[in-house]
Nanobody, 128 residues
Framework: QVQLVESGGGLVQPGGSLRLSCVASGSTSDTHAMGWFRQAPGKDREFLATIRLSGGSTGNTYYADSVKGRFSISRDKYMSTVYLQIDSLEPKDTAVYYC??????????????????WGQGTQVTVSS
């Protein structure tokens, strides 16, 4: 079992920035990647970014086309905490942001089924 706890969400004005954190604990030795998704009211959960944490592609990052250039995923050197830096926030970024952990393959890296564990989510609201 892996436990994930997100933090860093809040209310921010358009154009602002946030850094979300996700701390993983438990059986993390089987983790191959950690990612971020978000879900806005009335919408499906969507993939944002993921980072490889094991194997030959450790450190490789992957992004949804819609967030490239504004979102940046990174990890601490112990690979127990993953961050999502979000810049130039827009009202459309308002959503609950979720951290995910799992063993996705290339075909499932950008899908929910690639991940086995999920955090409880952190709310991000962008409004003036």
């Amino acid at each position: 079992q892996v436990q994930l706890v997100e933090s860093g969400g809040g209310l921010v004005q358009p154009g602002g920035s946030l850094r979300l954190s996700c701390v993983a604990s438990g059986s993390t030795s089987d983790t191959h990647a950690m990612g971020w998704f978000r879900q806005a009211p009335g919408k499906d959960r969507e993939f944002l970014a993921t980072i490889r944490l094991s194997g030959g592609s450790t450190g490789n990052t992957y992004y949804a086309d819609s967030v490239k250039g504004r979102f940046s995923i990174s990890r601490d050197k112990y690979m127990s905490t993953v961050y999502l830096q979000i810049d130039s926030l827009e009202p459309k970024d308002t959503a609950v942001y979720y951290c995910a952990d799992g063993r996705p393959i290339t075909a499932t890296m950008r899908t929910m089924r690639g991940y086995s564990y999920w955090g409880q989510g952190t709310q991000v609201t962008v409004s003036s």
